[in-house]
C-alpha cells in the first residue's frame, strides 16, 4: 500500500528544512565572524609585542651607546633584559644605614639621568614608556640584634627612604616644567629590601651586589594589550 504524504505535510517539512538552512547559514556567519573577530584580536596583540620588543631593542641600543664610556667607571650594569640601569657600588650610594645620598653619587646622578630621561623623552620613545622606577635593593643583613623577619621589615624602611631621596634628587635637577611634568607622572619610588636578592655561583647571598639601585624602564605594552582584551570582550557582550 502506498501512502501519499498531503500537500500540507509537504509544506510542512519544506518550511523546516528552510529554517535549519537558514539557521545554518547564520551559524556559519557567525563563526567567520567570531574566528575574523580572534584573528585581528591576535594579529593586533602580535603587532603590539612585535613593536615594543624593537622599541625595547633600540632603547637598549641607544642607552649602550649613550653610557658606555661610564657604566664601568659608575660600577653599572645595563640589563637588556629587564631594560634597567643597576648601580651596584653602595660604598658610593649611600652612607651605611643611612638614607642620604653621598656626593659622589649626586655627581653620578647629575650626569646620568639628564641623559637618561633625553633618551626616553625622544619622539621614538616617549608615547612607549608608561613608567620610571627608581628600584632601591639591600642585602638581607641589619646590623645590631635583630631576626631575620625584623632585618626585612627595617632593611625595607631603609630602602624606600633611599629610592625616595633619589627621587626627589633627581626631580630637583629638571628646571623645564614640561619636562618635569612628564617625568614626575612617571617615575617612582620602590623599596624592595632584601625581596631580590643577588646570588653568587654557589647560590650564596651577594651582599655587595644586592645592596644597590636600578633605574628601570616599563613599557605600556602590557596595557595596551589588555585594552585590546577588553574591547573585544564588550563587542562579544
Known amino acids: ?88 657600588n653602595p660604598e658610593i650610594l649611600f652612607k651605611v644605614g643611612s638614607a642620604e645620598l653621598n656626593n659622589h653619587f649626586k655627581g653620578i646622578l647629575d650626569s646620568f639621568f639628564p641623559r637618561f630621561i633625553q633618551i626616553l623623552t625622544d619622539t621614538k620613545y616617549k608615547k612607549y614608556i608608561e613608567e620610571i622606577r627608581i628600584e632601591g635593593h639591600t642585602s638581607s643583613e641589619w646590623q645590631g640584634e635583630s631576626s631575620s623577619r625584623q632585618a626585612y621589615f627595617n632593611n625595607m624602611e631603609l630602602s624606600q627612604d633611599r629610592t625616595r631621596k633619589v627621587l626627589e634628587y633627581v626631580l630637583s635637577q629638571i628646571k623645564d616644567e614640561e619636562l618635569f611634568i612628564w617625568t614626575k607622572n612617571r617615575l617612582t619610588a620602590n623599596g624592595l629590601s632584601s625581596s631580590k636578592l643577588i646570588h653568587n655561583n654557589d647560590q650564596t647571598e651577594n651582599q655587595e651586589r644586592s645592596r644597590r639601585v636600578e633605574f628601570k624602564i616599563k613599557t605600556n605594552a602590557e596595557q595596551q594589550i589588555i585594552n585590546i582584551l577588553e574591547q573585544s570582550k564588550r563587542l562579544n557582550n
Not at 523546516?16 to 567567520?32: A, H, T, Y
Not at 658606555?68 to 659608575?74: G, H, P, S, V, Y
Open 1 to 88: 500500500m502506498k501512502i501519499f504524504k498531503s500537500s500540507k505535510e509537504e509544506n510542512q517539512w519544506m518550511s523546516i528544512s528552510d529554517l535549519m538552512s537558514v539557521l545554518m547559514i547564520i551559524f556559519l556567519f557567525i563563526s567567520i565572524v567570531y574566528m575574523r573577530s580572534v584573528s585581528q584580536k591576535n594579529n593586533q596583540i602580535t603587532s603590539i609585542a612585535q613593536t615594543y620588543e624593537k622599541t625595547q631593542v633600540e632603547i637598549t641600543h641607544d642607552l649602550k651607546e649613550e653610557f658606555a664610556k661610564n657604566l664601568q667607571i659608575w660600577n653599572a650594569v645595563l640589563d637588556s633584559l629587564t631594560l634597567s640601569i643597576r648601580f651596584e
